[in-house]
């Protein structure tokens, strides 16, 4: 019995495995993604660090079928460009490059045993799947481990160039602050040079188009200290990159309690039409500081789940989605519930929710909505009864929950409606 598979046999079996393989790799993806971020929830960071993990575990799992069915030698196969930019990503977010080993052991892992179970589900010949079996792990782990010796090399040389800069520190403290509950704000301050003991607005602040310059971090920069001036801050912001495409900000408002939010997000609508800004509410103190950043990451979940083209989210406007996007599919579910067929994603459905956000937010006036959408009362009577309908209960029995679900609707679009077909 050959245990090394280096047979033809084994060779072909292997190649048939991965080429049945090759259809199910989306979903295998992102099952292996999944337990990748349950085994290791620090890598699954923001949403934009979540599709970087997503594209980098896609763009192996790929070049591993390409290697296992096409026998392609493993020293000849380079590690995808998404996994190098993942590691560098993880090094600049001060992240250990042991968690990025351990991802990748958890990741093959997972690999082999999709593999496995569709090998020995088509081969019933016990010789020939033991052999299929030990060619499988051989290949599979030479190329791995020459991939993971790679990555970790390009996670070294990121973390002592980002250490250089100066920014690792910066962030080190400011996350020291984020998650002592007892922080000191005399000794805090001075490592991080803004008070505490004041009004602050939380900022998350990226790039969707960064451009290959390297000079991403100065721009959002720059663009915060403008943020800053134009809200009439008496100081500068404390401005802390996360990696190259993305920072966190807190805007100093002293004694203030407000932000003129329409100016903000001129401000924002204003700026390089590839910056995306997402903001917390005003908050005071140490305590503050932490909830005003809690807020603005919530925001930039439910921005990135979207992939809106919206430059500027504000949590206060969308704080009970924010607070549901940690279970789209749960939420997208409830959402089709309560709206029923109105949760079509098609233009007649879209027409009513339309007229019925308006009408819930016109106090469920037929004469202000009428105004609002310059149509006949007699059309919005028309359409508020053909929503209820549609829904199966009256607006005033489930107003809150109409609310909240094209709140919902009207952020995440297609990601929490169902088919066209759904009417």
Known sequence: MDTTGSTPEAAKQLSLTAAHMRPYLPEVSRDIRDHVVAE???LGGDGTLLRLLHTAVSETAATLLDVLENGIPPDTVGEPAAAREYARRLAQRDIPVTALIRAFRIAHGRFLQRCLDGLHRRSPDEELSAATTARMLAVSFDWVDRVT???TEVHRRERELWLLNGTAGLAARVREVLAEEDADPARAEPALGYPLAQHHLGLVAWFTAPGRDGAAPARLGRFTAELARGLGC????LFV???EVLAWAWLPLGPRRQVPWERLSDLVEDADPAVRVCAGGVEQGV???RRTHRQALRAQELATTARSACRFTAYDRVAPIALMCGDVDALGAWVRGVLGPL???DEHA???RETLRVFLATGCSHTATAA???????TVQYRIRKAEEAMGHTVQERRTDLDVALLAVEHLGAVVLGGSQAR
């Open 372 to 378: 609002r959408q310059i149509l006949h009362k007699n």
């Open 40 to 42: 290791l929830p620090q």
């Open 350 to 352: 879209s027409r009513l």
């Open 149 to 151: 010796e790679r990555v």
């Open 343 to 345: 949760a079509a994603d």
């Open 234 to 237: 008496a100081a500068g912001p």
């Open 241 to 243: 990159p996360q990696d």
């Open 287 to 289: 305590e503050g500081f």
